[in-house]
């Protein structure tokens, strides 16, 4: 299997290269030039599997022999041996075919672990067969930080650049990020929003002169191929969970950077039978107005109760808009970098196309905590913010209640003090092994929104 590039002007690339890459040299996310096809009776044959037996299932075409598959099901195994609940993916009934599918049992309480831990994995294999040191720089809205930290410290070869905005994370997603010790471990909190830090890692990746020689930048945001392609299995597992595939799923994603949804769009590609593809955002909600009114512009990014989703340019946006202009990577460059020079619209087939694939809602922090609340009166269960976003949008948009309705749970509520507080509940205790976070001494460098003093910070430490 190769991997091609977005936008169309660069060579195909091996699953190695990509994992070690993350952008494509031309600015474009990788995609497979082919997605793997699975039949009904071959998804019903899964049934009696564990999580990392079915991942390994899911997962082998797309690394396409490059790793042994002796090698792959050890890091599978050693990804998932630190979730705390044995089915990895629990999922739990909130009423009448309503579920939240838990999805932060992994060592730092949300989603990211599930792609993350096994990257790390991956890196630490390709790059000890191979001798090379590389620099990950990762921008972070609260949650991937301290997943890629957690994931990755643990790699021999490899140096670790966070970005997150400064002031603009929860208190335990901060600490959680920069209390992580080891000399290979930096975190960069940048006076501005998650935007200006994913556009500061953006730029890096494209003109990487400021690295010493013989180093590279690898991407543990979600442009990396392999985050992607590892948050495909959890669908299959929650399917499988309920029925499948002998039924449709619905599926409410909470929803930020869009990888996550689109692993859900590649599953369905896959053969998987879903019913909906709900996109659940807060007030910046560019995508929804997309979905909603074929209005795809820029707006002020809001600082929310749920933020991270506080984005306003969804990078994997640009791997559905490749599938949906039917892979000519010419349109979908004139497209994506079009974006902010005039409010956009998709040719009105297009917008039909994409509102067959996905509904849309988007919600309030009132309303957020409302649903808070509501749900925890009702079933005795807390949720974080994004999830609730998630609860209400797939409440909102759910079109067939006699099928199973999933909601993405994606982190714990914990992480989400404000949230939590403001609905009027009390906060839960930090699981066991973070309960002195509070304690631990903190190493963070404040930066200025400059791509200059980002480089120079990350070269003195090389």
Request: glycine letters at 6%; hydrophobic letters at 40%.
């Amino acid at each position: 299997m190769k991997y091609i590039s977005t936008r169309g002007q660069a060579p195909a690339a091996s699953f190695e290269e990509v994992l070690l890459t993350g952008l494509a040299p031309d600015g474009g996310l990788y995609v497979p030039e082919t997605l793997p096809q699975f039949s009904h009776e071959q998804i019903a044959s899964w049934a009696g599997l564990d999580y990392p037996s079915l991942a390994l299932e899911i997962i082998r075409p797309f690394v396409n022999g490059e790793i042994p598959e002796a090698e792959l099901r050890a890091a599978i195994d050693r990804s998932y041996a630190s979730f705390t609940h044995p089915a990895i993916a629990p999922l739990r009934m909130l009423g009448h075919n309503e579920w939240v599918m838990e999805l932060y049992c992994g060592p730092t309480l949300a989603f990211k672990d599930f792609a993350l831990q096994l990257l790390g994995q991956l890196l630490d294999y390709v790059l000890k067969r191979r001798g090379q040191k590389v620099a990950i720089m990762g921008a972070t809205s609260g949650d991937t930080g301290s997943a890629a930290l957690e994931g990755c410290r643990h790699c021999d070869n490899v140096d670790l650049f966070i970005l997150h905005p400064h002031q603009r994370v929860s208190e335990v997603q901060r600490r959680q990020m920069t209390t992580v010790p080891g000399d290979n471990v930096h975190n960069i909190a940048v006076r501005g929003n998650f935007d200006d830090c994913q556009r500061l890692v953006k730029t890096a990746f494209g003109d990487q002169s400021f690295l010493p020689e013989g180093w590279q930048l690898v991407a543990v945001n979600s442009i990396n191929w392999a985050r992607i392609m590892a948050q495909i299995v959890y669908y299959f597992h929650a399917s499988l969970s309920l029925g499948g595939p002998h039924r449709e799923m619905s599926f409410s994603v909470p929803t930020g950077n869009f990888g996550d949804i689109y692993a859900g769009f590649l599953a369905k590609r896959m053969g998987l039978p879903v019913k909906q593809l709900i996109v659940a955002t807060n007030r910046n909600d560019i995508l929804h107005r997309l979905i909603s009114d074929n209005e795809y512009s820029l707006g002020e990014l809001e600082h929310t109760l749920s933020p991270s989703m506080d984005i306003m340019v969804s990078s994997n946006f640009e791997r559905f808009l490749f599938d949906l202009f039917e892979r000519d990577a010419t349109a979908v460059r004139e497209f994506v970098t079009g974006l902010g020079e005039k409010p956009l619209q998709l040719e009105a087939q297009r917008w039909e196309r994409a509102r067959e694939i996905f509904a849309s809602h988007a919600v309030d922090d009132d309303t957020t905590c409302e649903v808070i609340r509501q749900v925890f009166e009702s079933t005795e269960f807390l949720v974080d913010p994004h999830t609730a976003i998630g609860i209400q949008a797939a409440r909102s948009c759910n079109v067939d209640r006699s099928i199973p309705m999933i909601t993405l749970a994606t982190a714990h509520p914990v992480k989400f003090a404000d949230a939590v507080t403001r609905a009027g509940l009390a906060m839960p205790d930090l699981p066991l092994h973070m309960q002195d976070l509070m304690a631990r001494s903190e190493r963070y460098e404040v930066l200025d929104n400059d791509l200059g003093q980002v480089t120079r910070f990350i070269r003195s430490q090389l």
